[in-house]
Structures are given as structure tokens and as C-alpha cells.
């Protein structure tokens, strides 16, 4: 498969509009290690190759357990994550597959007690953003390098 375009050369206005939302997410209370999680388990239920390898080489590179990140795809059959982290990859499976479920209010229940009003918004600017990177990428066909 090869590569439609490349999006960073074809519209650096567009790609520097995506990278304000990722100043704004290092920027944000998140912690390292839940951003990655979040990033990967948004990349493979959109079955996006070059994120899910970005991203679970980014998360190694910051010290995340290997085995963590195999069980992204399982996170509820393991213990593996904390109730934080559980939170956030539903909110991020929700969020994902909005089309399918509007995000439930059990959803919004089970994750409201770990993330205050701005890191919510901060989560879901990070949700929003990993989700439009997947559609370039898998839209113009970025593979893994």
C-alpha cells in the first residue's frame, strides 16, 4: 500500500492546526503514560497502523510496561490499569464510537469521579485530536516507518 499524499507537505496550515491541539494536551495536568494509553486504544479501534506503532513505541520510550500496552485491547479483562486509567480508555472507546453510542451516561458516571471539569476537557480535546490524526493517516495510507 502506498502513500496517497503526504498531508504535512500538502497543507502545513492544516498540520499546524492539529499540532496547536497537541500544545495544548502537553500542556494539560494528563500524565504521560494515560495520554499514550489513550492515543493507542483510539488507534486500534480505528485500526490505524502508523498510530498504534507511533504510539506504543512513544508510550516504551517513556518507560510503559510492555505487557501494558499488549492488554490496551483487553483493558477490561486484565489488572492491569488503575481506575483512572479504566476510565479514561472508556471515555475514549465512547468517545471513538460516538456514532454507535452517543456516550452513554453509565460512560460518563464511571469516569466523572477521576478527572475534573478541565482534565475532562483536556481528555476529550485528546480523544478529539488522536481520533483526527487516525483519519489522516489512514485516509492518505501513513503506514509505520
Same mark, same amino acid.
Given at each position: 500500500?502506498?502513500?496517497?499524499?503526504?498531508?504535512?507537505?500538502?497543507?502545513?496550515?492544516?498540520?499546524?492546526?492539529?499540532?496547536? %491541539?497537541?500544545?495544548?494536551? /502537553?500542556?494539560?495536568? =494528563? +500524565?504521560?503514560?494515560?495520554?499514550?494509553?489513550?492515543? =493507542?486504544?483510539?488507534?486500534?479501534?480505528?485500526? #490505524?497502523?502508523?498510530?498504534?506503532?507511533?504510539?506504543?513505541?512513544? /508510550?516504551?520510550?517513556? *518507560?510503559?510496561?510492555?505487557?501494558? =500496552?499488549?492488554?490496551? #485491547?483487553?483493558?477490561?479483562?486484565?489488572?492491569?490499569?488503575?481506575?483512572?486509567?479504566?476510565? /479514561?480508555?472508556?471515555?475514549?472507546?465512547?468517545?471513538? %464510537?460516538?456514532? +454507535?453510542?452517543?456516550?452513554?451516561?453509565?460512560?460518563?458516571?464511571?469516569?466523572?469521579?477521576?478527572?475534573?471539569?478541565?482534565?475532562?476537557?483536556?481528555?476529550? =480535546?485528546?480523544?478529539?485530536?488522536?481520533? *483526527?490524526?487516525?483519519?489522516?493517516?489512514?485516509?492518505?495510507?501513513?503506514?509505520?516507518?
Amino acid at each position: 500500500m502506498s502513500q496517497r499524499i503526504d498531508f504535512y507537505q500538502a497543507s502545513p496550515e492544516a498540520i499546524k492546526a492539529m499540532i496547536g %491541539l497537541e500544545k495544548q494536551i /502537553a500542556r494539560s495536568t =494528563l +500524565e504521560p503514560p494515560l495520554i499514550e494509553l489513550v492515543r =493507542l486504544r483510539a488507534s486500534q479501534i480505528n485500526g #490505524c497502523a502508523y498510530c498504534v506503532d507511533t504510539h506504543s513505541s512513544d /508510550a516504551r520510550k517513556h *518507560g510503559e510496561d510492555p505487557r501494558r =500496552l499488549a492488554a490496551v #485491547c483487553a483493558w477490561r479483562e486484565t489488572p492491569f490499569f488503575s481506575e483512572r486509567e479504566r476510565a /479514561a480508555l472508556a471515555w475514549t472507546e465512547s468517545l471513538t %464510537l460516538v456514532s +454507535e453510542n452517543h456516550v452513554p451516561d453509565a460512560v460518563w458516571e464511571e469516569a466523572r469521579p477521576h478527572f475534573s471539569d478541565t482534565e475532562f476537557t483536556d481528555l476529550t =480535546l485528546l480523544v478529539t485530536a488522536i481520533n *483526527g490524526w487516525n483519519r489522516f493517516a489512514i485516509a492518505f495510507r501513513k503506514a509505520p516507518e
